[in-house]
């Protein structure tokens, strides 16, 4: 290139220097007097020798807004779509951005673009509707609504977006819904972001056994069993055994599958606490997949017979006695019944 192309106001060569110069300082000279937008976006998408710093100050020298948009939906490399948008300003028409977000061809632009977007029908829209979920999941923090929060966490069909509508839910009426809704592994309730006070105002024991078998914090999960009366639920808990999952039994499940349903420790242990059958216990203490389990309910079951022994041997009343010595659970309870009623002369 001749010393002439310096003083030429031709912006294609000035352009053509700015990236092809095999020194620094010529390519920057030359990038400065360039002024048509096209050509500095040009430069500092494709240039051959551009550094860094270059490419940042061509960049900063593009202001179209409406080409950087052109860019960031259109351009074949992923790094320049990003950087387009990234470059584009607030004052720009936010028309500008949904389209970027709607239409750029990488997902990572419209990541981008729908963070700079403040229409809540456009941002539910793209929650619902964009075809890949870390743009689904960027629209839904942006999304306020609770209907559509709540419709999005029953019919989202992939864990993050889905857990991304969970976590902004604030209105416990839909919870019961929600959960009920899924009810396959793909679209489990994660129960994140419900503090265990608000357990506190649930009483429907399914729901209640769901929040206690997820992937909830321990804290949340005790609170819910804390709230239980079901015993075959609690029994559930207790042994860690999902009863059916998407059409499928706990013994048709495999390994891993378990694992992930099963009740951790704390909450098998908690529901285990709250059994008050003879024969639930008895089945928890001989099948629970954790030892720790089997023992404490074992101690329970014998706590549960001493302290129902030591009441049988204190009755008076006939027919109670008559009924635990005909319907008792266990043979030793009915045993004592039968012992109490000689004792009292009532056979």
């Known amino acids: 290139m001749g010393i002439k192309d310096w003083f030429s106001p031709d912006q294609s060569r000035l352009a053509d220097i700015a990236k092809n110069a095999k020194h620094p300082d010529k390519r920057m000279a030359a990038l400065k007097r360039v002024t048509d937008q096209s050509l500095l976006a040009d430069i500092a998408s494709n240039a051959g020798y551009l550094d860094p710093r270059e490419a940042a100050a061509a960049w900063l020298r593009v202001t179209d807004q409406k080409l950087l948009a052109d860019i960031a939906k259109n351009h074949e490399k992923e790094w320049v779509s990003k950087t387009a948008v990234e470059h584009m300003t607030g004052q720009a028409d936010q028309k500008l951005f949904v389209d970027v977000a709607r239409n750029a061809k990488f997902y990572t632009t ?83 972001k419900i503090r265990p006070a608000a357990v506190a105002h649930i009483t429907d024991q399914s729901l209640l056994a769901k929040i206690a078998k997820s992937s909830a914090p321990g804290e949340l999960r005790k609170a819910a069993v804390e709230r239980m009366t079901d015993q075959s639920l609690l029994v559930e808990l207790a ?21 992930m349903r099963s009740g951790d420790g704390e909450v098998s242990e908690a529901a285990v606490a709250r059994v008050t059958d003879p024969i639930l216990l008895a089945d928890v203490a001989k099948n629970s997949a954790q030892s720790s389990v089997r023992e404490d309910a074992a101690k329970r079951l014998t706590i549960l017979i001493r302290m129902t022994l030591e009441m049988v041997g204190k009755m008076t009343d006939p027919s109670k006695l008559a009924n635990i010595a005909k319907n008792a659970p266990l043979m030793e309870i009915r045993e004592a019944a039968v012992k109490q009623m000689n004792a009292l002369k009532i056979l």
């Open 110 to 192: 419209r990541v981008i673009a729908v963070a700079r977007i403040a229409d809540q029908q456009v941002l539910i829209d793209i929650a619902k509707n964009d075809h890949h979920a870390v743009v689904r999941r960027a629209a839904i923090q942006r999304v306020g609504d609770q209907n559509v929060l709540a419709d999005i966490a029953k019919n989202e069909r992939e864990y993050d977006p889905r857990s991304a509508a969970e976590e902004r839910l604030t209105d416990l009426s839909f919870l019961s819904d929600i959960a009920n809704a899924q009810n396959s592994e793909e679209k489990s309730f994660t129960f994140k």
């Open 239 to 259: 042994k860690g055994i999902v009863r059916t999952f998407a059409g499928k039994s706990s013994q048709e499940m495999n390994q891993s599958q378990l694992m």
